[in-house]
């Protein structure tokens, strides 16, 4: 089956360590996602990746970095800088752009840093 | 810039009632925009789109037709099941074309 995988689904980490979130497609997208999401607060765009090797900020990525060394795969790396790291991550990838753009998603990680 | 609107929640309903979430959008010309679906626990599922003005995205009984004079997406049900207990989300497609814009997200809740 094709689609989307992250892992894990709960992570637990402490104050200060950095953390890495896999995401991994095989819909042979070329394009990424990282999504925020909080509650009351929709979703926010962390960072995105329209081909592999390049990558641009989205709306909230101060404290987050991100690589795409291959088509299939989008770390994102949650640094110490972060102030609020605790959060429900969303990773997605879609299809070409225009008119046939569908966005398809994940199912998450939750992220608790204590 | 580029915004969508949701009416705020949560909308508590009984089954088989009639379901309305309110959507309106600020955009420059007209993109593409969607309905999302969030089950508890779980990520997004797109649930349906429309591409141009008048427009009507439908799916599992939910539909939603594309308003360009009153900038609205509005999603509709007739007859809500507690299996459609979950949060939903309206977005549209960035004017460059490379990213959605989602509203804050509208929880649904039908209780039996």
């Known amino acids: 089956d094709g689609g989307i995988t992250q892992s894990p689904k709960y992570l637990f980490r402490k104050e200060g360590q950095n953390v890495t979130l896999s995401c991994e497609q095989n819909?042979?997208?070329?394009?990424m996602y990282w999504y925020r999401q909080d509650p009351g607060q929709g979703l926010r765009l962390i960072y995105y990746?329209?081909?592999?090797?390049?990558?641009q900020k989205g709306d909230i990525a101060e404290g987050y970095s991100v690589s795409r060394e291959k088509k299939e795969s989008f770390p994102l790396t949650v640094t110490s800088a972060q102030k609020n790291p605790t959060a429900f991550y969303l990773c997605?990838?879609?299809?070409?752009?225009?008119?046939?753009?569908?966005?398809?998603f994940g199912p998450g990680t939750r992220l608790t840093v204590t | 810039g580029d915004s969508v609107t949701q009416m705020e929640g949560p909308v508590t309903l009984s089954e088989e009632a009639f379901l309305t979430i309110n959507c309106t959008y600020t955009?420059?010309?007209?993109?593409?925009l969607f309905w999302y679906v969030q089950y508890p626990g779980e990520g997004l599922q797109l649930l349906l789109k429309?591409?141009?003005?008048?427009d009507k995205g439908s799916n599992k009984g939910f539909e939603a037709t594309y308003r360009k004079e009153t900038t609205s997406f509005h999603l509709e049900k007739g007859s809500v099941q507690v299996s459609d207990s979950a949060v939903y989300f309206c977005a549209l497609i960035n004017q460059a074309g490379t990213a959605l814009i989602f509203g804050k997200g509208t929880t649904l809740s039908v209780s039996s």
């Open positions: 990746s329209q081909i592999v090797n390049d990558f």
């Open positions: 819909l042979n997208h070329d394009a």
């Open positions: 997605a990838s879609s299809t070409s752009q225009g008119i046939y753009y569908e966005q398809y």
């Open positions: 429309a591409t141009k003005a008048d």
């Open positions: 955009a420059t010309g007209y993109p593409s």
